[in-house]
Each structure stands twice: as structure tokens, then as C-alpha cells.
């Protein structure tokens, strides 16, 4: 059964909407659901104490000694919800060590275990959706329905890793040369890291830590300083569901934290997921390191709209892919290109982004929750009045949106931006907000040319009935996913997630084969056996009684 951090749900009246629904996780009081987390080595919170994020330490939750905490606060209402402490050195330290004293021992546990650990982490995940979906709204904002879907979407990485022998299989080829015979291994790195963003608080660690352990390494990961609930939380089943002390650690903090991972001679490999400016930072420091790097970073997501495509359905894509999950998605469609003009899709694309229901996430009916924090919500709204300072035309103006009882709320609303240019700003960063920004193009080529131009590559759609235009696109166009009449084509984890560009360093990519090759090193033996050598008919020396009744 979960057992579950001590933090409120709080606001009078709306406690029900986000109560969590398992057999030991309810204690409400008047006006509050109380959702609180203990653990084996720790008594039960008091039901009036505001909760602490636990750090995970060679198998132990515990309180970190740390004189420093950050907030952490609900999105829709700046309540805090819990403490993360920034952990002391001397906890980093000791959480890398935990790490480093299991990886022998795990790393010769064998496959099918590790395999049988994540088949029953995948279930106890399942059977705590509710309880993780809720603390992901109270924690990031995003609707429940969002919420939910960012625990399966990790979910699916692990059951990827309840079968993942295939992907660890070596080669082996007979008779390179008379007598002799060459074979290659994958085996595990040793200790690796992972730094976690905010948008994604359950998919994200399930994109890291499950392929690692698996592949028999060990783990440190940080979660994102905004919301750390979620990944404690499936530390602690993964914990329940039989990974070995000092297997998965995990410490909190900021950017002294981060150094300490780069910089640590024991950790072999980091992932990443998040920001350009943070990204790059990882990459090259990591690297200079020696350290094995996969950053995902930011991302400007074009969608081809031709002339044949379905004005209706493809009007609902581009307003679910762009302001779904507030447009916090580094895959989310933030830039639409309509070959040959905007004309018979422009009010469709208004009404079904003015029908959108702004909300907090836990509300009936939500489909758009606040954004992470007030500088997020300032930074959105600015981009939105450089684009109007700048040329384009705001059809659909979400700054200033006032949501009844959530009047302290991070909102803004559903946005479409229309006359966009390359220059603009609102083109040219990543806005991460509920906003769609429409260009125009006279070709597919011309499109293709946008779209190739821009410095990042991470995915892209083609909306269209012509056959040979989507396979034109899919051919020429320089990004890493790429949909075609599917909005937001992330790959199911038996491929990897291939962002191109200016949205990846490193060379591996994260989950599927390409993840596995990350957290392995491929060794190649070569053996050599003479008949000439083999002792007949007798023992090889040191084998004396082997095979016998006395061995």
C-alpha cells in the first residue's frame, strides 16, 4: 500500500475533487483532505503540520538535516503544500555512496529479478494512479485527466522494462578465425543521475531511472525543485516493489545539487530534461567530466497544415496539442504553418480554443490549468505583448483571465497569435503557455524551409489526405518525430524519444534500444581455443573432483 508524504490539499469546499481515493490514504478535517506519506522508519505526520518532502538514502526516508527549504505551492491558489529541503553535501555525498555500495551486487542480481521488480512496480503504479495523478495537480496544476496521463506515459517505460533481456542481448559470431570466436556484452555503467523538470513530475523519472536499473545500474535523481512530490512517491513503490537498498536514491535542490552530480567522479552518466540554457549548462560540464550526457532541452514544435486538411479535426489537434497541459509540454504544437493562408481554419481554431475551460486542475470540466508559477505566467504574458508590439494580431487574448475562487492563480488563458513572422519573439522562443502562434506560407516547400530553419528539432506534424505530401515531409523535414496527422507524435518506448538538433545533446537517446545503449557499455570478447590445447580424456588442472560424488 502507498504510504504517502504528509502535504494538504487544501482549500474549503474543493477537498473532495482532489481527496485521494485508496484504502489507507484519508484523513479530512473540516474543510481539508489531509493526504499524508509515512514510512517504515518515520512515525505518521501530524495531521496540522504542513508536510516536508522526504529525501531517499540507501533505502531510508528520512528528514533531511538541512537548514534550507523552498516552498512548494499549489499553481491555482500560491498555498504551500509541503517543504523540499536543499540537501547538505554531506547528504549528497552519502546518497552517491549508498549508490556506488549497491551497484556490485545488484549489477550481478539477475536480469529476470530486475525484470520482476519492475512487473511489480508496474502494478503497485496502476493501483496508485488516483493518489499520484492527485498530487501532481496539487503540486504542478495540470488537470487530473493531464495528470493521469503523465503517470501512463511513464508507466509504459516500465512495463518496456519488464521484458528488457531482448535489448540487453549481446552479438556473437563463430569462427572469426580457425579456433577463435568474438562475442559482445552490455553491462552497466555503475552509479547514474538523472535532473528532472517540472512539467512532467512522474513521466520524466519513469523515462530515467526504471531503464537504468534495470540494465543493472544504480541511481541518484533529483527531481524538479517545483514539484518533488510525485517522484517520491514512486520511489517508494519502487522501493515496495523490491529494488534493493541504495539501488534509487533521491536528494533535492538547486543548482549546487545539479554541480555535485556533474562533477561527482562515481557518476558515470546523467539524463536531463528541461531548459536550452540548463541543458547546454549539463551537457558541457558533464562532458568535461567524462561523463556520458543525454539532455533534452527546449523545443519549437510546427505543425504543416496543407489545403485538403479537415478544417474541424484538425482545428481540435491543433488546439488540444497547443494548450493541453497549459502548453508546459516540451512536444506540445506551438507554432501552426498554413500552406496556402490561414482563411477556412481560422474560426474554428477560435471557437474550440474559447470553448476551453479555464480552470484549477482538480475542478469538474478543467481543461486548462495555471501555469507552474507568477514569473511563468509574466513570461507568457510578455511574449504575448511583444508579438502584438511586433506586427501579429492577438485573435485570442488569454492575458488577464480572472478564474472565480482562484483569483491568486497562475493562469492564462487559451491564446491564438495570428500574422507571425520568424523574427517575432513570440516565433522565436519556446512561450511554454496555453498559446498557438499561426503562420502562413505559400508552398510545402516553403513550410518545409520554416521548419528546417528553426534552431530546434524536437517534433513536428502534417496535417493533409495527400499521401505523397506526408511522405515529401517526413522525408525532407530535419526533426526528430514527426506526425503525420497526429498532433503530438511521441513514440511508444520500444522506439526512443528522438528529439534532432538544437532540442538534444548527446548521441543516445532516452528509453527504447537507444536508452539501454546509454546505460550500458558494450564489451567485446575474443576467444581462443585450439584443439591442439585441449587435454582429452583428462582434467584441466585446478578441476580435480569435479563431476565426482565428492565435488
Known sequence: ?????????????????????????????????????????????????????????????????????????????????????????????????????????????????????????????????????????????????????????GLEVVEYCCNLAPDLMGEYVEGVSPGMDTYSIKQPLGVCAGICPFNFPAMIPLWMFPVAVTAGNTFVLKPSEKDPGAAVMLADLAQQAGLPKGVLNVVHGTR??????????????????GSNAAGRYISERASANGKRVQANKGAKNHAVIMPDANPEATAAALVGASMGAAGQRCMAISAAVFVGGIGKYRDALISKAKALKVSAG?????????????????????????????????????????????????????????????????????????????????????????????????????????????????????????????????????????????????????????GVQFFTNTKTVTTNWKSADAAIGSQAPGLAGVGTNDS
Request: aromatic residues 6%; glycine residues 8%.
Open 256 to 273: 549546487d545539487v545539479v554541480n555535485n552530480m556533474l562533477d561527482h567522479p562515481d557518476i558515470k552518466a546523467v539524463s536531463f530534461v
Open 1 to 153: 500500500m502507498l504510504r504517502l508524504l504528509s502535504g494538504l490539499i487544501p482549500q474549503a469546499g474543493r477537498a473532495a475533487a482532489v481527496q485521494v481515493v485508496t484504502s489507507e490514504l484519508r484523513a479530512t478535517t473540516a474543510g481539508n483532505a489531509l493526504c499524508f506519506r509515512h514510512y517504515a522508519s518515520q512515525p505518521a505526520p501530524s495531521p496540522a503540520e504542513t508536510g516536508t518532502t522526504k529525501v531517499l538514502i540507501n533505502g531510508e526516508f528520512r528528514e533531511s538535516e538541512t537548514s534550507e527549504w523552498l516552498d512548494i505551492r499549489n499553481p491555482a491558489t500560491q498555498e504551500v503544500v509541503s517543504r523540499m529541503p536543499i540537501i547538505t553535501n554531506s547528504e549528497f555525498e552519502e546518497a552517491v555512496q549508498a549508490a556506488k555500495d549497491a551497484f556490485p551486487a545488484w549489477r550481478r542480481t539477475p536480469v529476470p529479478h530486475r525484470q520482476r521488480v519492475m512487473l511489480k512496480f508496474q502494478q503497485l503504479i496502476r493501483e496508485n494512479m488516483d493518489a499520484l495523478a492527485a498530487n501532481i495537480t496539487q503540486e504542478q496544476g495540470k488537470t487530473l485527466a493531464d495528470a493521469k496521463g503523465d503517470v501512463f506515459r
Open 362 to 514: 482538480h475542478e469538474p470540466g478543467c481543461d486548462v490549468g495555471p501555469v507552474i508559477s507568477p514569473e511563468a505566467k509574466k513570461r507568457v504574458e510578455d511574449l504575448i505583448h511583444s508579438a502584438t508590439q511586433q506586427g501579429a494580431q492577438c485573435d485570442l487574448d488569454g492575458r488577464g483571465i480572472k478564474v472565480q475562487d482562484y483569483e491568486q492563480g497562475n493562469f492564462v488563458g487559451p491564446t491564438v497569435i495570428t500574422g507571425v513572422k520568424p523574427e517575432m519573439d513570440c516565433y522565436k522562443e519556446e512561450i511554454f503557455g496555453p498559446v498557438l502562434v499561426c503562420m502562413e506560407t505559400e508552398t510545402l516547400d516553403d513550410a518545409i524551409a520554416l521548419v528546417n530553419s528553426n534552431p530546434h528539432g524536437n517534433g513536428t506534424a502534417i496535417f493533409t489526405k495527400s499521401g505523397p505530401a506526408a511522405r515529401k515531409y517526413q522525408h525532407e523535414i530535419e526533426v526528430g518525430m514527426v506526425g503525420v496527422n497526429v498532433p503530438i507524435p511521441v513514440p511508444l518506448p520500444f522506439f526512443s524519444f528522438t528529439g534532432w538538433r538544437g532540442s538534444f545533446d548527446g548521441d543516445l537517446h532516452m528509453y527504447g534500444k537507444a
